[in-house]
């Protein structure tokens, strides 16, 4: 069965620094998204992203984020200079369409800033 | 702003108990998902519901959209049931799914 598949599983990292979060979404999807996970707290929303553009953000997504579709399989979240609470689990998730197909979450890579 | 309340927050069971895990909203929404967080932490989608009722092995998910409300069933609940799930939905012409705190559920054998 087709899956999510994100690289690395976990990532420790310096305040300052830039990270690269890597995720493969499924072949045929079109809609694909990030969730952050802080540990004991709700999933929360981070962007979605359709035709190689930004369709809708949260209030997180700011300016140290960015997101980007580099080739015809790996989606990319890059936070540019890490901050301690930037530590959390993230989650790529990808949909064939949007309004009634279910999301397929990946394994979610920890980060883990120091 | 669309909220998610889940209860409970915890809950313990012996195996073979029939489980309840209910899910308001306050707003109006296109889609209400059940989610299933391991240990480990990877989530897996269980079911996506608009209207009615689901059905997938020994789980049944239920929704009232006129009362914002659904439910996640478990029947014949066994120890492998013991995770999070969590209620997602999302809003009416929105991408973004919002998130209940989740249910902490472990089965004692």
């Known amino acids: 069965e087709p899956e999510v598949t994100q690289t690395p599983s976990h990532q420790v990292t310096q305040m300052g620094q830039e990270v690269i979060l890597r995720c493969v979404p499924i072949s045929n999807h079109l809609y694909f998204y990030w969730y952050r996970q802080i540990l004991g707290q709700k999933v929360e929303f981070l962007v979605s992203f359709y035709n190689n553009e930004i369709s809708e953000k949260s209030e997180i997504f700011d300016d140290q984020f960015s997101v980007e579709r580099p080739d015809g399989s790996n989606f990319t979240l890059k936070i540019r200079s890490t901050k301690l609470e930037d530590s959390a689990m993230y989650f790529c998730?990808?949909?064939?369409?949007?309004?009634?197909?279910?999301?397929?979450f990946g394994p979610g890579t920890r980060l883990t800033v120091t | 702003k669309n909220e998610v309340e889940q209860s409970p927050q915890n809950l313990t069971a012996q195996e073979g108990e029939f489980i309840t895990i209910n899910c308001s909203y306050s707003v109006g929404i296109s889609a209400l998902h059940w989610l299933q967080q391991h240990p480990g932490g990877g989530i897996v989608s269980l079911f996506m519901l608009s209207s009615g009722k689901k059905k997938h092995g020994r789980l049944i998910a239920t929704i009232n959209i006129q009362e914002k409300h659904s439910s996640l069933h478990i029947t014949a609940s066994h120890p492998r049931d013991s995770a999070v799930y969590i209620c997602a939905v999302r809003g009416q012409g929105a991408q973004k799914l919002v998130f209940g705190q989740g249910t902490r559920l472990t089965i004692n054998p």
């Open positions: 998730a990808s949909s064939e369409r949007w309004l009634t197909y279910e999301q397929y």
